[in-house]
Each structure stands twice: as structure tokens, then as C-alpha cells.
């Protein structure tokens, strides 16, 4: 007897593509045959039915989110710190979600790995799937400008259009599937490859930064094309360690064999108000005229805000957080007054 994944007929959407797509990763569920269908019936037969039928229950492996009073959310099925309301894809990747990246990724990776992936992929994938199935706003008010470029639109476009015929119909969400699908495994793919190497390096530039300095307030990392801002606040937090104030991150300059001093933001959302900009008299400075005027050898620049700096050397680099520490410990409010500039 063939095993089925059963879902609606007529126009679909990317909330179920997606469903259907993480099902069909998993052991037991790939060899399984798609059914689209309205009918009762043929939903009874299935042995896992999503985005239909009017009822959730993981136990009997129903995913259905539009019938009355349902409010389920990652928070509340106690998986995820998210208050969107979940739609098919949602209910599918709260349950099933790990062993997905487990199984993209070729099994047995790390349950620490799988875990914060699953936080990532929810809150940059998924939500919005999630959110745009049950229409729910982004954002309060009228928006400034159409964005209709996201997974969901550009999965909708599989459908016939009004003026097409409407035949091959599972055929084309056959389509939306794989195309869904594969932007979901680009996106794990991407964490494993790309992303958690950049955690692991920052995670070591963290732990070690007292090498760099008794007051453990600034982190060294040797490969300046790590992307670094994310991946600090989240270790941060992690570590519980906000209180020891780190203010300076220092990284190689790969253009030009020089090295950068990077005053670091108040948050991982702000991309002008830092810790502690760099000093007001080295502010708009290059080369010798900064030199002389911090009094450390190999001055490239330090930008007009304050917010990043350059030296020759990584020695120099390091002289120049030392000594910004210095002089903003001693005038606290340098950086009440860069946010009041800026």
C-alpha cells in the first residue's frame, strides 16, 4: 500500500511547499506519494496530512492551522522564543525541524550545532513564512516602499497565472517545492560552511581576549573577512559577560596588509552608536598627521565618526585600542556626544 503526505488541491502556497519539502527529506516520509486533495476521505487515508483537514494533532501527524482558536506558536508548543503564529510550515518545522538540518547536513552533527541552527533557521526563514500565511504585518502603518521579492511571493508565482490554463497543477507545485527547498537548504549550507566557522573563530577571539589585554575589553581575530558583529553579541550573551565591557575589536585588513581597530556598537542592531568611539583628536586623521597626533607609529586613518581606525601593524592597531581605552575611560561622554553628532 502507497504511504501518502496529504495537503489541499487548488491554488497552493509556500507554507505548505515547504511542509511538503521538509517531509520528504526525512527517512520516514521520503518515499512517500503527494496527495492533493480537498476530499475527507482521501485525507483519512493519508498518513500525514498538512496545511487541511482542521485539525492539529502531532500525535496523529494532522498540521492544519485555519481552524477556529487555533493560536499555536513556537513559545507556546514550548520549542522557540517566537510569538508569530504558526502556519503548516511552522507546526511541520517545530516538530520535524532538527532532524531536517540533521539529515541536509548528512547526519550526526552536533546536537549544540543543530540546536542554534534551529533558532536561525526559524527566526530567518521560517517566521516569515509563517507570518505572511497568516497575515500577519511586519511592520505597523503603511509600508514606504513594495518589497515583493520574498520566499512566499516568488514561491506563489509556481501557480497558473489567470491567464494560463490551470492544468498541471501538482506538476507545478512539484516545482514550488524544489524551489522552496532549495533556498531552505542553501540557507543550512550556508550556516554550516560559512557561518559557524565565523562563530567559532569569534567564540576563540572572545575567550582569549585577555591575551590581548589585562582589561579583557578588546578581541584580536587574524582573518579580517570574518564577518564578526552577530556572532559577538550572541557569544556575549551567551556568556553572560556584558558587564566586562569589551569596547574594541581588531582585524586584518586583507586590501592592504594593514590592520583595523573597530569601536564596537551598543547592540547588535545599531550601526552608528558604539561603546566607545575611537578619540575625538584622531577623528578625520591619516597617515603622519595622525601618527603625530596619537603618538603611535604606522597610522593609516581613523574615520570622521569615530567608529573605526587603521594601523600598519598589528601592533600598532592594538597601541591605538589601548590608548583609546585610556582617553575615553578618562571623558566618558565621548560617546553620548558621537550619538548626539551623528
Not at 220 to 237: T, V
Amino acid at each position: 500500500m502507497t504511504s501518502l503526505i496529504g495537503t489541499h488541491s487548488g491554488k497552493f502556497h509556500c507554507d505548505e511547499a515547504f511542509a511538503c519539502f521538509m517531509l520528504k527529506q526525512l527517512q520516514q516520509f521520503k518515499d512517500h506519494s503527494i496527495v492533493r486533495t480537498r476530499d475527507p476521505a482521501q485525507l483519512e487515508k493519508c498518513d500525514i496530512v498538512v496545511d487541511v483537514g482542521g485539525i492539529f494533532d502531532h500525535s496523529k501527524q494532522r498540521y492544519d492551522h485555519h481552524q477556529r482558536g487555533f493560536t499555536e506558536t513556537m513559545r507556546t508548543l514550548e520549542k522557540l522564543n517566537f510569538d508569530t503564529k504558526l502556519s503548516s510550515a511552522g507546526l511541520v518545522y517545530a516538530h520535524y525541524g532538527k532532524d531536517v538540518i540533521n539529515q541536509i547536513l548528512g547526519g550526526n552533527v552536533p546536537p549544540t550545532m543543530v540546536d542554534l541552527f534551529y533558532h536561525r533557521l526559524y527566526e530567518q526563514f521560517v517566521e516569515s513564512i509563517d507570518a505572511i500565511d497568516n497575515g500577519i504585518s511586519q511592520y505597523d502603518g503603511v509600508p514606504r516602499y513594495h518589497s515583493p521579492g520574498n520566499l512566499s511571493s516568488r514561491t506563489g508565482q509556481f501557480n497558473a497565472h489567470w491567464n494560463e490554463p490551470g492544468n498541471n497543477d501538482d506538476e507545478r507545485f512539484q516545482q514550488a517545492m524544489e524551489f522552496i527547498g532549495g533556498e531552505f537548504v542553501r540557507s543550512v549550507k550556508y550556516l554550516a560552511n560559512v557561518w559557524w566557522p565565523a562563530r567559532e573563530i569569534i567564540e576563540a577571539a572572545v575567550d582569549k581576549r585577555f591575551e590581548n589585554d589585562p582589561s579583557g575589553r578588546i578581541i584580536l581575530i587574524e582573518n579580517g573577512g570574518c564577518p564578526w558583529k552577530e556572532h559577538f553579541f550572541d557569544i556575549e550573551a551567551e556568556k553572560n559577560i556584558a558587564d566586562d565591557k569589551i569596547t574594541y575589536i581588531l582585524f586584518s585588513d586583507t586590501t592592504n596588509s594593514s590592520w583595523r581597530v573597530q569601536a564596537i556598537p551598543i547592540d547588535k542592531m545599531s550601526s552608528f552608536e558604539n561603546r566607545m568611539p575611537l578619540p575625538a583628536a584622531w577623528r578625520g586623521l591619516r597617515d603622519d598627521d595622525l601618527s603625530k597626533e596619537s603618538g603611535i607609529p604606522g597610522g593609516v586613518f581613523v574615520h570622521i565618526s569615530g567608529f573605526i581606525g587603521g594601523n600598519l601593524t598589528r601592533e600598532g592597531a592594538l597601541a591605538m585600542a589601548r590608548k583609546a581605552l585610556e582617553i575615553g575611560e578618562e571623558n566618558p561622554n565621548a560617546a553620548k556626544k558621537q550619538k548626539l553628532d551623528n
